[in-house]
């Protein structure tokens, strides 16, 4: 569809008269007529009805109007997206979580380079967004083999976040919070509340499967009404406790006295990746992956314990990395 076409229409109808739009537009008035002419052709319906003050749109021509600005600001979106200089757009899922701060981390190191924060829901619409282009990376935990991406896409592990246990004062491992932390095993047995474990979503698959590796129980009653409320509930109560990640920032007032206790035997840690495009020739995303690559420690550290798919990432990154044969 020819977005000349689609503009004149629209400006035709605010201004109500082909003579007006075409002074708005610096054409001719029958330069706007073709245009309009063009359009309805191509959409088979009159969009206008010609009257002694001008034009109005018809019921046609009304229906399409808000459509017909939805095109015009999706194709300026589109333009804008491959303009030379445009920000690095990346999905950290959340600004509280461990991957807003490895992208603020890199913003100190390259505070030149554009980027653009992004907030999506889950690995299924993130995997969507960086495969369409709508996004160049997102952090996920991968939770199908590299080989099971959309064709065109890499993986690659970029931080190990080890979980803690979040409590209320009266909880009776509260007291843990100032020794050496809680096993897994002594965490079996205590109700894990976590209400934001959706299904189908990448942290709920983490979550069972570290649930089942320790048979620890996992309490996903809900309604999930954010992080206050369930700060506010934890703070109160000496049965439920949570399981944040360390690096997860969590605000709460002073009287609540919450504890973030270590996990241990082994330590359980959230496995983030980053996802790109193979084919994205943005010059920050090489140097995003790069800035990442070099804060992370080759190999995965002893003691830890993570999902096997996502030791299957570790073990294809290790296979990958310069120097082996």
Same mark, same amino acid.
């Given at each position: 569809?020819?977005?000349?076409?689609?503009?004149?229409?629209?400006?035709?109808?605010?201004?109500?008269?082909?003579?007006?739009?075409?002074?708005?537009?610096?054409?001719?008035?029958?330069?706007?007529?073709?245009?309009?002419?063009?359009?309805?052709?191509?959409?088979?319906?009159?969009?206008?009805?010609?009257?002694?003050?001008?034009?109005?749109?018809?019921?046609?021509?009304?229906?399409?109007?808000?459509?017909?600005?939805?095109?015009?600001?999706?194709?300026?979106?589109?333009?804008?997206?491959?303009?030379?200089?445009?920000?690095?757009?990346?999905?950290?899922?959340?600004?509280?979580?461990?991957?807003?701060?490895?992208?603020?981390?890199?913003?100190?190191?390259?505070?030149?380079?554009?980027?653009?924060?992004?907030?999506?829901?889950?690995?299924?619409? &993130?995997?969507? %967004?960086?495969?369409?282009?709508? =996004?160049? /990376?997102?952090? $996920?935990? !991968?939770?199908?083999?590299?080989?099971? @991406?959309?064709?065109?896409?890499?993986?690659?592990?970029?931080?190990?976040?080890?979980?803690?246990?979040?409590?209320?004062?009266?909880?009776?491992?509260?007291?843990?919070?100032?020794?050496?932390?809680?096993?897994?095993?002594?965490?079996?047995?205590?109700?894990?509340?976590?209400?934001?474990?959706?299904?189908?979503?990448?942290?709920?698959?983490?979550?069972?499967?570290?649930?089942?590796?320790?048979?620890?129980?996992?309490?996903?009653?809900?309604?999930?009404?954010?992080?206050?409320?369930?700060?506010?509930?934890? &703070?109160?109560? %000496?049965?439920?406790?949570?399981? =944040?990640? /360390?690096?997860? $920032?969590? !605000?709460?007032?002073?009287?609540?006295? @919450?504890?973030?206790?270590?996990?241990?035997?082994?330590?359980?840690?959230?496995?983030?990746?980053?996802?790109?495009?193979?084919?994205?020739?943005?010059?920050?995303?090489?140097?995003?992956?790069?800035?990442?690559?070099?804060?992370?420690?080759?190999?995965?550290?002893?003691?830890?314990?993570?999902?096997?798919?996502?030791?299957?990432?570790?073990?294809?990154?290790?296979?990958?990395?310069?120097?082996?044969?």
């Amino acid at each position: 569809m020819d977005t000349d076409a689609v503009r004149t229409f629209v400006v035709v109808a605010e201004a109500g008269q082909f003579s007006a739009a075409a002074a708005g537009l610096s054409v001719s008035q029958q330069a706007v007529s073709k245009r309009v002419a063009a359009l309805e052709r191509e959409l088979g319906v009159a969009l206008f009805t010609r009257t002694p003050r001008g034009a109005e749109l018809t019921a046609d021509g009304r229906a399409f109007l808000p459509r017909a600005r939805d095109l015009l600001l999706a194709a300026e979106r589109a333009a804008a997206a491959v303009r030379p200089g445009r920000a690095l757009r990346v999905d950290v899922i959340s600004r509280q979580v461990a991957p807003a701060r490895l992208l603020q981390g890199f913003h100190r190191a390259y505070p030149d380079t554009p980027v653009k924060v992004m907030r999506l829901f889950d690995a299924r619409a &993130a995997i969507e %967004a960086v495969r369409t282009g709508a =996004v160049d /990376a997102s952090f $996920r935990a !991968v939770t199908l083999p590299a080989r099971q @991406l959309p064709p065109g896409l890499a993986t690659a592990p970029v931080l190990d976040e080890p979980l803690e246990l979040l409590t209320g004062p009266d909880h009776p491992l509260a007291g843990a919070a100032g020794a050496a932390g809680v096993s897994l095993a002594e965490l079996a047995g205590h109700p894990i509340w976590m209400p934001a474990l959706d299904p189908g979503t990448e942290w709920t698959t983490f979550y069972e499967d570290l649930a089942a590796a320790f048979g620890l129980s996992l309490d996903v009653t809900g309604p999930d009404f954010g992080t206050e409320p369930l700060l506010d509930v934890l &703070a109160g109560s %000496a049965t439920l406790a949570s399981l =944040v990640g /360390a690096q997860t $920032r969590l !605000v709460w007032p002073d009287g609540f006295g @919450l504890r973030r206790i270590p996990l241990r035997d082994p330590v359980p840690v959230y496995p983030h990746s980053l996802i790109w495009r193979a084919d994205n020739a943005h010059p920050a995303l090489k140097t995003l992956r790069d800035h990442l690559s070099r804060s992370r420690p080759n190999g995965r550290e002893a003691g830890v314990w993570v999902p096997e798919w996502a030791r299957c990432g570790q073990a294809k990154l290790d296979q990958d990395r310069p120097g082996r044969s």
